[in-house]
Structures are given as C-alpha cells and as structure tokens.
C-alpha cells in the first residue's frame, strides 16, 4: 500500500512536514510525582529503584496545571518527574529493522528544562519551553534489554519550571501563584507531543523548502543525522494532486544537502498562479525525500511574502491582511492543544469568522497548528514568548530558542511574519537604553540571516527599532475616534512622529522607512460576559452590556479600520476569552459572542 501524501494526515503526527510510516505515540498515562524539595536527582528518582516515588498519574501531554492531566494542580511545583515504560509494542510498531536500527526518542516541547533517563541511564538534557529536541536511545535501549526488566524498559523525564525566574520566556504563563491582569496559569512540563521512530544510521532531520516564484525553482536544504556514506545520493520528487512536477537526483556529501528541483509548468508566466498557495487557494506540492534507505513524505507551498510601497505582499501582489490575536490557550488543557481535532477546529473557527490570518501570541505553537494553517489556507505571525527582564541570561535563552523555531517552522507557507519582541516586553526601557534598542536590532539581524524570506518586526505594538511594518497597538474603545487617528496618511504621520496610542513612541531609532506598511496589529479587546460564562474578575479594554451592544461596538472598531486608506492591515484582539481575560469574539469554550455570519460580515467590511 502506497502511503499518503503528508498534505493528507489528519495531523495527528507532531512533525507534518518530516512524516516517516511507522512510529508510536507515547501519549497517555504516565506514573507523575512532584519534586518540591528538589531531591530527585540526589536521591536517583531515575532508576527502577525508585519507581515508589511516583505517587500518581498524568496524562501525558497535558501539563498538571491542566484539568485534562487528570491532576489541576495550578499551585508552585518547579520540578516534577514523568516515568513510563515501553514494550517490545512500542519497538514494533515503529517498524526497528536491519535498514532502520536507529531509535528516536522525540519529545515536542518540555517546559522549561528537561533531563532525560531511559533503562536508568541518562539520554540527554534540553532547555527551551517550546522548542522541540529529541535523542538517538539505540544503544541506551539496548543496554536495558541486556538487563532483561520484564516490567518493561522505562523513560524518566525530570521537568524544572521556576515560576520566578523572569529570564525565562515564559509568554503569559504568571508568576503569580493565581493569575493577574493578562497573565494565566502556567504551563509545566510535557505539553506537546512525545513519540519513538526508527531510523536508518544516516536519516533525514530537517527539511527547509525554499520556492523561487520568479525562477520557477524550488530549492531544498536537507540537515542529516550524520554524514552520508561515500557515494549516497539523495533524491526528491515533487508533485501535485498525483501529477509529477519535477525530480533532481543529488550526491549527498556532509550532513547538510543543498538541491534546487526546476518545476517546469512555471515558466509559462500565463500559469504559473495556477499552483501558488494563498488563504484563498491553499494549493500544497506533494514531496518524497530518499536518501539510501530513509524515506520521508514531505510537503510545500509555493509563495512569497514580502513589503512595498506601503503594503504587504503576498505572491508579490497587496493583500490586505484581516487577521486575530489568538493565545491558543483552553481551560480544560491550557496551552496543550486538547486533540489534533481541537487545532484543526482552531483554524476553520479563525476562517469561518472572516480572517485570513493571526497572530500567534506569545507562545511558540504546535506544529499541527501550522499544519491546518497550511492545508486549510491561514496566514501566521510567528511570535516569541517574552521574557520580563534583560539580562545576559535572559537574552541567551530568547535568541537560542527563537533559533530554533525559526528552525522548525521555516518550511511552513503559511507563516508570512516573525515577530521576536512584542510591546518592549523584556526590554522595557528601549526608549533609552541603548543596549535594549541593539538587543532588538540584533534579534531582527538574526532573523533575516536565518531566514530572509519573510518580513520581521522588531518590537509589535511600538518602539520600533528596525521593522519591515510598522506595527501599532491601540485599546481606544470609540470608533470614530479609530476613524480619524487612522483616517489618513497625514493622521497617521503625527501618529508616528508624536507620541502613540499608549503614550510610547512609535520609533525609537531611526527614520520611518516609507517602504514599511503602517498596520494596527492589536485592538478592539470588548469584553462581554453573560450569565452563562460567569468569569471572576473579567475585563477587558472596554465593556459591552448585551450581545447587541457588544457586536456594535466591535464593528465600529472594525468599521474604523476597513475605512482607513492607509492601514494595509489589521489584527483584532482577541479570538477566544483566555481566563479572566473576556475580550475574545468567542468564548472560551469557542462559542460566537454573537451570530458568526454577522462577526464575519464586519471582519470582512460587508457589514452596513
């Protein structure tokens, strides 16, 4: 049986564009144990002696926080310990042969520091609360076989989160014990995906897609485990919808391959739109990568996003970006998506109310997001989670993290923006500080060598160091007042040259770049509560009395912005109610403040 296109899954795998045919999910019940006195280590909580020491059970990847673990245990717990065991299943099922040896141990996210043991013994360690790493355990599980536990062989995870540590990014994760004004619980541990694979000795571990829409190319830069034999090549192959694109056959030398596949049917400049992707026709190609015996099923968009001339461009066309704040946060399993069914609902909910876009705030999110992002046609901003002070600490976790995200999510078509600061979150003295304004250059520097592909935002919100848009956030609750501080360039101009929406300045260094569209990328956030969805301390910017009063004062704002000739865009807060913050066009639960097809008339600008 041929096996399907990546494009196709049900976004059940965690890494949709690196997709290999077997593999097992590690998800479910784990033996848990909290670690307060922070003796684990000392007293070897990873061997099998100590299995006692797990007192009861967490549904893995849910974080304990979270109802859904089956604990809801919101207090301070800055260590805790995961253990499971695997099973001749488990090795079975993810297809370990002569051809694939190699054994993955893969985990999506830990937050923030994780130590890894397997069969006792120690298989590495990893820093970072949303970036994804993972560890070769062949020889590790090998070792435990020749030890022959009948119970299994067991994984231990030991998890460090201090919820005081203000160096770490933590988004809107609180250090608070209960959550304050915009900050929600936190999020400790496993929360997104962990899963074994097997793998040929020289395997495929990143794949960068890079379309050339003017060359009619598409180039591929393929990362492997280690070096290839003398010798090996390695080949792709593009199609789509079943029709064969283009094939290039390499030599594979280094761990690092470089190819460019022609894709002749670009060349006519009369058709070549016929296979672009955008919100409206998210058209995906198909992709194999061979090397040796390693297959995996790849896929891409053909798309560029760029600025000019005061506008964003999408396939080098002005494209008016209509897009929402969206936290990715639910109150039965906080920033763990509840199901691959849940992401998916996530991103129809988002088209269904009229955007063609968000903004993914202050959390590095799931890759099965971007997956129905990219299949179901959703444009994304991708954000850095902050952290809240400015120390040498502090910026070496960002700038390692943000590396390696812009690492994983490079290939995605649907993410057209990176946004590494947001509203001097971290750097709160940029105005004056010198060291913070170098800071934020830097990250943006960083990000175009990374990744030149696509627009970058020093600061979102104001205080802009060096921004492809100049991103502005305004609360004011009237639109009419909207209407006239947007209403023309001029408007716009005293804006920027004066003091902003927040009593901040728009730029702190540097000319305004005329090249740079102008977008207002957070307003609106109306709270409305009824009866029914009670919230102990809701707020929001501004209050609504009755769903009626709340759907006119959301389309004034919507109205303000649609009618202004200079915006080349907008992004309204928020999608859904995220704890006590009641600002969102939905519920927390995902239910319409008000009748969806009105919502989506004024995101759309229909509304009269």
């Not at 993810?94 to 043991?117: E, K, T």
């Not at 490079?410 to 600061?421: D, K, N, Q, Y």
């Amino acid at each position: 049986m041929t096996f399907p296109a990546a494009r196709t899954l049900d976004g059940t795998y965690p890494r949709p564009q690196l997709v290999r045919e077997h593999w097992s999910d590690l998800g479910g019940v784990w033996a848990f144990a909290y670690d307060d006195a922070d003796e684990g280590l000392a007293q070897s909580w990873h061997t099998a002696g100590a299995a006692e020491r797990f007192d009861r059970e967490i549904v893995v990847p849910f974080p304990p926080e979270s109802p859904s673990s089956g604990i809801g245990d919101t207090g301070f717990h800055p260590v805790v310990w995961y253990r499971r065991t695997i099973g001749a299943g488990d090795l079975e099922a993810i297809g370990v042969r002569d051809d694939a040896p190699r054994v993955i141990l893969h985990f999506g996210a830990v937050d923030y520091r994780a130590m890894v043991w397997v069969g006792g013994r120690f298989a590495g360690e990893h820093e970072g609360g949303g970036s994804p790493f993972s560890f070769d355990v062949t020889e590790l599980l090998a070792a435990a076989q020749h030890d022959g536990d009948p119970s299994g062989i067991p994984i231990v995870v030991r998890a460090e989160d201090d919820p005081a540590d203000l160096s770490q990014p933590r988004g809107k994760q609180d250090w608070h014990r209960e959550p304050h004004s915009i900050w929600y619980h936190r999020t400790t541990g496993i929360w997104q995906p962990v899963w074994l694979e097997a793998v040929p000795e020289v395997a495929i571990e990143r794949i960068h897609w890079t379309p050339d829409l003017v060359g009619g190319t598409v180039a591929a830069r393929i990362r492997l485990s280690r070096p290839a034999r003398e010798g090996a090549e390695l080949a792709i192959a593009l199609s789509y919808d079943g029709r064969p694109l283009g094939t290039v056959t390499v030599p594979a030398t280094g761990r690092a391959v470089e190819a460019t596949v022609p894709l002749p049917q670009q060349r006519n400049g009369q058709g070549y739109e016929e296979l672009l992707w955008s919100p409206e026709h998210p058209r995906l190609l198909d992709a194999v990568v061979t090397l040796g015996a390693d297959t995996v099923h790849s896929y891409l968009g053909l798309r560029s996003a760029a600025v000019a001339r005061g506008r964003f461009l999408l396939n080098d066309r002005p494209y008016y970006v209509r897009s929402v704040l969206n936290q990715g946060y639910w109150p039965e399993s906080h920033l763990a998506a509840p199901s691959a069914e849940g992401l998916r609902a996530e991103a129809q909910l988002i088209k269904d109310l009229g955007f063609n876009a968000a903004r993914l705030h202050q959390k590095y999110e799931d890759p099965r997001f971007l997956f129905f992002a990219d299949t179901l046609g959703l444009l994304i901003w991708g954000e850095s989670p902050a952290a809240y002070e400015f120390t040498p600490t502090a910026v070496n976790r960002t700038v390692r993290e943000w590396t390696d995200i812009v690492d994983r999510d490079f290939s995605h078509p649907s993410i057209v923006t990176w946004v590494p600061l947001n509203e001097s979150w971290g750097v709160q003295h940029i105005a004056h500080d010198p060291r913070m304004q170098e800071y934020a250059a830097s990250l943006v520097s960083l990000t175009r060598a990374l990744d030149p592909s696509r627009p970058v935002i020093s600061n979102d919100g104001w205080e802009h160091v060096d921004s492809d848009i100049l991103s502005i956030h305004d609360y004011e609750a009237s639109g009419e007042v909207v209407a006239a501080r947007y209403g023309s360039a001029e408007a716009i101009d005293a804006l920027v040259d004066g003091v902003g929406p927040a009593g901040r300045r728009m730029l702190v260094r540097g000319a305004r770049d005329p090249e740079a569209p102008v977008m207002l990328t957070e307003f609106g956030g109306v709270s409305f509560v009824d009866r029914a969805h009670d919230v102990d301390g809701a707020w929001g910017y501004s209050a609504a009395s009755s769903p009626e009063d709340f759907a006119e004062r959301v389309g004034a704002l919507l109205a303000a912005t649609h009618a202004s000739p200079v915006l080349a865009g907008f992004c309204y807060t928020q999608l859904a109610d995220t704890g006590q913050e009641t600002n969102g066009l939905v519920t927390d639960d995902r239910r319409p403040k008000a009748p969806i097809e009105r919502i989506r008339a004024m995101v759309l600008g229909q509304a009269s």
